[in-house]
């Protein structure tokens, strides 16, 4: 399918970014304000499990998002985008405000680990995948401006729930994050269409011949490599800043600030892979991600905290809003629903057990040393098989790609 019979704008095409960015907001942009879940449950609710087993919840969070890519993805090539669309958004609005009312361990596990993680993966993989029905030529800058939206929602969230619970309580905040994820979403489904009639391509769930293709089965083994690490940061950095000292009502202002940062990445690297190609933007910034992972340890102080909570934000964002990019390039459109959704079905066991491996690694160490040097050498080993994969593409080290 060539260039030419891409919309690449227009209403309808637009609209459907703006559906795009609110689906963003409510999975990647609730996932990601984590963080300060993950410390206000230490401090409170959970406080006698351990970090690594509070670190479960959001994992299989992290996990779920994309785990489920693999069926979602069949779904939508078959022509079954609304139905998942809507019972996945139904789902997540009946599991946050189910989380309101949990007190046990095994509940917060159960409501917002595996409920809200599987609702959020079935929004999310649906999603990208419906943005290349629409974007070719301007696909960079259509992904950049939807993953804008998780930015959003994980600099949003995390500052409404540290703000609210001394207010109304732990249970009215998670009802009001309810609630607005139910305006979200209800926008969302609005505005949220695909343009390509259903394919009923060869094959089931997985298209085994897709991993025959060397430069795919490299991309994805280099995606689980970089989630193996890229989400430690994010889950931690609000405790690593109070075991320096740092008040509990400044420190979780990192993971908004890490959020924040991230959309201006995510959007800046669009922009430029419409230009210089996906994998030339995510190379170079998904390697400053990984040396930002190795000196947040060291940070000293909140200022310095801050400094590499926007560096970081900046050069991760960019990976994470791209990542879909050169998967739509590595084969036919119709069949791009299962293709992303077996990518995302191999890195989500990266997403699952790089937090609470760090978590074991912080407990066993007694520092933060140790799990930056593990998140960041994996995120480094994931960029070195990008470049490999760029390589396999082009049959040369430098080209655009």
Known sequence: MGSSDFPDGGLKAWLVVFGGMCCTFTTFGYVNAWGVFQAYYQETLLKDSLPSSIAWIGSIQYCLVFLPGILVGRLFDLGYFHTILLSCSTLLILATFLTAECTAYWQFLLCQGLAVGLACGGIFGPTMAVIAHWFKKKRGMALGLVAIGS???GTVIPIM????IPRIGFSWTMRVIGFVLLATLCLANATL???????NVVGGLFNFRSFRSAPFSCYCVSAFFVFLGIYTMLTYIDVSAVSLGISADISFYLVAIVNCSSGVGRYIAGGLSDRFGPLNIMIPLTSFAAIFTYSWPFAPNQESLICVAILYGLSSGAYMSLLPSPLMAMGDPSDVGRRLGMCMSILSIGALVGPPISGD??????????????????ILLGVILMTVTRYLLLGRPLGRI
Do not use: C, D
């Open 361 to 378: 690694i912080n407990s066993t160490t007694k520092g933060f040393q140790a799990v930056g040097f593990f998140a960041g050498s994996t």
């Open 161 to 164: 729930a540290r703000n609210l």
């Open 151 to 153: 930015s959003i929602g």
């Open 193 to 199: 269409k695909r343009r390509l009639p259903p394919a």
